[in-house]
């Protein structure tokens, strides 16, 4: 049963990969100069980063990928990382109720108004009106690993200061992702545009790297069983 789950979130992530390249690639062609990189987005998505921001996301991705190995994505280890940072984390009854303002379980960022009033009450922090990055997850302990990687390499690619995690930008995100028809997308500002790229950009990051380190553990699962099965294994 486990294994049937875990190909559906895998599907998931799959499919969201996909749709997070089509959005991308609907963008018009803007110029435009951010505080790390400038950035010309043309067709086919086609974007290029200058080196001080393509180290840092390379710099991420290497630094969790220790980290995975490390800890072999065990969910208390990862959590303990998120502590040690002064990242709150709150456990609850029902992360289901989050879909009403739009949001998943897992890594919530900055939220302001309504959804931040709303997810202030839910995590018993009183009542406010503008809550700080943090995770929301389930009180019981079946967290699937896929999952909260995908999570965690969010709120670590935040941490390293990557761009898309402000609350402008991963409103305007969910605005474009709903609304990303060529009409809509022609009356984009170029700080839109800025910011929106950001905060997709870094949900494709995540998903690629999740997607990667599933083939990883199925390949490893494979040569396993083929030295279980035959005495040995030809690599």
């Known amino acids: 049963m486990s294994g049937i789950i875990d190909n559906i979130r895998k599907f998931f992530l799959l499919r969201r990969k996909n749709q997070i390249s089509k959005d991308l690639a609907k963008l018009s062609k803007k ?4 505080k790390t990189s400038k950035t010309i987005i ?3 998505a086609k974007v290029s980063i200058n080196a001080k921001k393509k180290q840092l996301i390379e710099e991420v991705k290497a630094n969790i990928s220790a980290i995975v190995q490390s800890t072999k994505c065990n969910q208390e280890a990862l959590l303990n990382y998120v502590k040690a940072a002064k990242t709150p984390i709150y456990r609850i009854d029902a992360p289901n109720r989050l879909a009403l303002i739009g949001e ?10 309504f959804n931040a009033l709303f ?3 839910l995590t018993g922090q009183g009542i406010k009106f503008k809550t700080e990055p943090a995770f929301v997850i389930r ?3 079946d967290i699937n690993k896929s999952w909260l990687l995908h999570n965690f390499y969010r709120w670590y690619s935040m941490k390293a200061g990557l761009e898309g995690f402000d609350y402008n930008s991963r409103k305007k995100m969910k605005i474009y992702m709903s609304d990303n028809s060529l009409e809509t997308t022609r009356k984009l500002s170029l700080e839109t545009v800025n910011q929106i790229q950001e905060a997709i950009s870094r949900e494709r990051e995540a998903n690629t790297f999740v997607l990667e380190y ?3 553990i199925e390949g490893s699962k494979k040569v396993l069983n083929k030295i279980k099965d035959e005495g040995g294994a030809d690599i």
């Open 214 to 216: 599933e083939k990883q």
């Open 31 to 34: 110029t435009f100069a951010d």
């Open 119 to 121: 997810i202030s009450i």
């Open 139 to 141: 009180k019981t302990n």
């Open 104 to 113: 998943e379980e897992g890594f919530i960022c900055e939220q302001q108004g």
């Open 42 to 44: 043309g067709n086919g």
